[in-house]
């Protein structure tokens, strides 16, 4: 998205090439944008290092290296440094939920998220002024609440995501009707947060945003939501408005590649690339299929450039997680038990298995023993990972879907926080985090229904009094869907996590 005003222009997460391992593509196309043009702006806003944000060869070639960047305030220099290696060297360091002035009348502010589980350590929202005129592009971040904003003053237009973007429950080798259940449960439960999203900013204007990406690959063909499936966890923004007006919400606007909205404080006036945008997304599989077919030399040539077959994969994961185990506290005690890695050959048969072993901080072949997790992909995707030092296994791996996975018992955040720790950096950054939340647990309680139970979830400490809802002993906090069972305090989605609850006395 691009905002121009006449104090100047921002460019915001321009994503146009393919992201983890040539998975997840923008839909609909966008590279046939002018981006020469586009990218002459006066500042760039990233608003996080997740691939289908942060796009450097996209960055790189078009965008002006004229441009300030609008710099979220992120626990460590990551985005900066990798910004500055593509040769931006103007950088406005923002400081979380405080407006700053530009030049010309324009106000910016940017709220960083910063918990292990807000993107790759690390997410935000845009918000801008321009003579009365308000927007926050809150993009795919998840702030607790959007009061910052609303006490700035009415916002006119309101960017938010609304569909999936993650591989649960697709990747779990699970009978297809479970697959299915979860799918539809999860779908339902954006679409719920996002609404609550809206209602609590209370915008003139919706624009549904920040996805669904598309998948042209065939192996990953079926992820794409034009089957019927209403447990696929990828609707677009087509349906959204179908939803939306479902709860009688009428001031979306969908945006094409090309859409331009005229935003003023009295209204939105929006003109379209193509006639009609009903129609182009009643014709989304054809869509889907040309571009598919202008797309297939960039995956097959990225498949080439996975292979390192001098790789010794044990030995090297030995060498980058073992001492990271070592350091773990938080992390290993919450993944609580080894975790096993299948790696499939070349040859799509022969198999070897290794095993992360929490408890014993060891990286060994696999012993024939339980383990809480199970993931099985390609040997030549760790090698690759591997080859270029990567440090996020989340952020590459885990969200290119090119992979399965079978786990014991409930779902674990913090296997996935670790993988997105291999550096030493990431690794300290999250352990003070888990620490620092422990000892502040928060102390207030609140009566929902007939129960009197902690003020904040145990998960990323959302108000309860507003995402909370209580049915007969169970909680669901709508903010990301966990649910505990109030009579035990157990958390139901997540190992850990325990509420503080009891039965109100009235
Ligand atoms: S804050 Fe994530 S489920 Fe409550």
Redesign the pocket.
């Known amino acids: 998205m691009r905002i121009d005003t006449p104090a100047g222009s921002i460019l915001c997460d321009p994503w146009v090439n393919p992201a983890y391992f040539a998975s997840w593509f923008p839909f609909p196309d966008n590279s046939q944008l002018d981006w020469d043009h586009l990218g002459q702006v006066d500042y760039l806003y990233v608003s996080h290092l997740h691939r289908d944000h942060f796009d450097a060869e996209q960055l790189k070639r078009f965008v002006s290296k004229k441009a300030t960047v609008l710099l979220p305030e992120y626990p460590t220099s990551e985005l900066e440094d990798q910004l500055r290696d593509l040769g931006f060297t103007s950088f406005i360091a923002t400081k979380t939920n405080e407006v700053v002035e530009l030049d010309g009348g324009l106000n910016i502010m940017i709220q960083a998220l910063t918990s292990p589980t807000d993107g790759p350590i690390g997410d935000s929202s845009l918000w801008v002024e321009y003579d009365g005129v308000r927007l926050l592009n809150q993009n795919d971040a ?1 702030p ?1 609440d959007l009061e910052i904003f609303t006490k700035l003053g009415h916002v006119h237009a309101h960017m938010l995501q609304f569909s999936g973007a993650i591989w649960y429950p697709m990747v779990y080798e699970l009978p297809q009707a479970a697959k299915t259940a979860f799918g539809k449960q999860k779908r339902d439960r954006q679409f719920d947060r996002t609404f609550r999203y809206i209602d609590d900013l209370k915008a003139s204007y919706v624009f549904p945003i920040a996805g669904p990406p598309c998948f042209l690959d065939d192996e990953l063909w079926q992820f794409n939501d034009i089957f019927g499936d209403e447990g696929n966890i990828f609707p677009d923004q087509q349906v959204f408005m179908e939803e939306y007006g479902k709860v009688g919400g009428s001031n979306a606007v969908v945006l094409l590649p090309g859409s331009v909205s005229e935003l003023t404080a009295g209204g939105c006036e929006t003109t379209h690339p193509v006639p009609d945008v009903a129609e182009f997304f009643a014709n989304k599989e054809q869509h889907l299929r040309e571009y598919q077919e202008r797309k297939r030399p960039v995956i097959e040539a990225a498949k080439l450039t996975w292979r390192h077959p001098e790789i010794d994969v044990l030995k090297e994961m030995k060498a980058r997680i073992e001492p990271l185990l070592e350091e773990s506290i938080y992390m290993a005690t919450g993944v609580g038990g080894p975790v096993r890695i299948d790696l499939v050959g070349y040859d799509g048969e022969s198999v070897e298995s290794i095993v992360v072993d929490f408890p014993g901080k060891q990286v060994r072949p696999y012993g024939d023993e339980k383990v809480r997790y199970r993931f099985r992909t390609e040997r030549a995707l760790v090698e690759h990972l591997l080859h270029i030092g990567e440090v996020d296994w989340v952020n590459s791996l885990f969200l290119s879907c090119r992979f399965s996975a079978a786990r014991i018992g409930q779902y674990n955040e913090f296997v996935y926080s670790f993988f997105k720790c291999l550096s030493e950096e990431r690794l300290q950054y999250t352990e003070g985090w888990y620490d620092e939340h422990q000892k502040n647990a928060d102390k207030e309680d609140v009566k929902l229904g007939d129960w009197v139970v902690q003020r904040r ?6 108000d ?1 009094t507003r ?1 909370g809802i209580v049915e007969g002993n169970q909680l669901t ?6 649910k505990f069972d109030l009579a035990s305090g157990r958390c139901l ?1 997540s190992v850990g996590h325990q509420i503080r609850a009891h039965r109100s006395a009235t």
């Open positions: 998840r607790t979830c145990p998960h990323l400490k959302a309860l995402f906090c709508q903010l990301h869907g966990w989605t």
